[in-house]
């Protein structure tokens, strides 16, 4: 018998969405095939290449038959070599035991979320703030409990509003810092009563520091740098930002040793392991001469970041702050009066400058737009001019 009520999609999956950088690089990419010069400010990647050592290790490890399958937790080699990496950085002593390597960090996020959270926890997360978080608590059946970032603040979380939004619902916060796509940090002393809130109200804290090596002041502050806070803590990070490697898909979250079976359940049943020669590649991650590499393109994104600052504080309609570390720009642009989706539609279209809409980060973006600042000089300046022209012909 049919039935005309059987949805053909789970209703958990309705009003998922996906993230907004890939679909404006599909309609870019469009128009360049179309035969327009596009700028591309939009997708969250390195412009470098992956250093050479990682690079020569990942080839030869294929060549040598690391073709199998890796432990479903990772290869113990890395566990180790994240474990050492991380102590060595931090006050904390992470055991390699409680490490999980996974296919980006955008797949850990989504196991621990999926490992903790159960229909109808909340989730505090900070908005604008990366999409993932969304997406992942409404699939598991979590309920979003998006916390403002105030550009005022300087984008930095309120822990005032943070304790006013938690419930005897809620489960888990979420923080990310340095912070996609505002750039703001977090400083140790909101660690720190961010670690008193969750031990006050038994919260478990997921804090994603995929771009903790990408600043331009002191080193950002870790969760990792709370002792009280690590059996609580779910630690995100990954290669992709750090080690221009977004295409080899690695990354890792340490979890806390009770959780980790439920953790490392879910990525057995899900994806088994993440591909083991690029797990053999990335020990060569944590070398001096790969540091050297990654603290070169560090500079150059300095270099970058200010000469386009400047750029747009230049242009009448447009204010920027900037960003302490991550490589976007998160420019107010209410004051040219049009919807930020209408902006960055209009800017592709009209300025062939691709970047995106601060809704794309949530509701609380509106009246901003990101551009990443991962691209060259070349092109950043001629950024600026197709953005001030464009904004200079407004009515
Ligand atoms: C805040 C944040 N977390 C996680 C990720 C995902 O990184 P990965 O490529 O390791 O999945 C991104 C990528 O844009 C990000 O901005």
Not at 97 to 114: E, Q, R, W, Y
Not at 146 to 162: C, G, I, K, T, Y
Not at 359 to 375: H, K, V
Request: proline fraction near 6%.
């Amino acid at each position: 018998m049919k039935s005309e009520t059987k949805s053909r999609t789970a209703r958990r999956m309705q009003g998922v969405q996906g993230e907004a950088a890939f679909e404006m690089l599909s309609r870019a990419n469009e128009l360049e095939r179309q035969g327009r010069s596009i700028i591309h400010l939009e997708i969250g990647e390195p412009d470098f290449d992956t250093p050479e050592p990682i690079l020569n290790a990942g080839i030869d490890w294929l060549k040598r038959g690391a073709t199998h399958y890796s432990p479903t937790p990772g290869l113990p080699e890395l566990r180790e070599a994240v474990a050492r990496h991380l102590s060595s950085r931090h006050s904390a002593e992470i055991d390699p035991g409680n490490v999980i390597i996974s296919p980006g960090a955008k797949m850990a996020i989504f196991a621990v979320i999926h490992s903790v959270i159960d229909p109808g926890d909340e989730v505090i997360f900070a908005d604008p703030g990366y999409p993932a978080y969304e997406a992942a608590i409404r699939m598991a059946g979590g309920k979003s409990v998006p916390v403002q970032l105030e550009e005022a603040n300087e984008f930095r979380l309120s822990l005032e509003e943070v304790a006013r939004r938690i419930t005897p619902q809620t489960k888990m916060i979420v923080i990310n810092s340095p912070q996609n796509p505002t750039g703001g940090v977090l400083t140790l002393e909101d660690l720190q009563r961010l670690a008193d809130l969750a031990r006050r109200d038994d919260l478990l804290i997921l804090s994603d520091e995929i771009y903790s090596d990408i600043y331009y002041a002191d080193p950002p502050a870790s969760m990792l740098d709370i002792a009280s806070i690590l059996d609580r803590l779910f630690l995100v990070n990954g290669f992709s930002k750090t080690f221009a490697m977004t295409g080899w898909r690695l990354g890792y979250v340490v979890v806390p040793a009770d959780i980790f079976r439920t953790v490392d359940l879910f990525v057995n049943n899900s994806i088994s392991s993440t591909a083991t020669f690029t797990q053999r590649a990335a020990l060569e991650a944590f070398t001096p001469n790969t540091w050297k590499a990654v603290n070169k393109i560090v500079r150059e994104f300095e270099r970058r970041r200010d000469v386009f600052i400047d750029g747009l504080n230049r242009i009448a309609g447009i204010r920027c702050l900037k960003p302490l570390g991550s490589f976007y720009l998160f420019p107010n642009v209410s004051a040219l009066g049009m919807p930020s989706k209408e902006i960055a539609d209009r800017l592709l279209d009209e300025a062939g400058v691709a970047a995106l809409p601060g809704t794309a980060f949530g509701r609380y973006g509106e009246g901003y737009l990101r551009f990443s600042f991962a691209n060259s000089l070349t092109n950043i300046e001629t950024a600026i001019e197709r953005i001030d022209k464009f904004v200079t012909n407004l009515p």
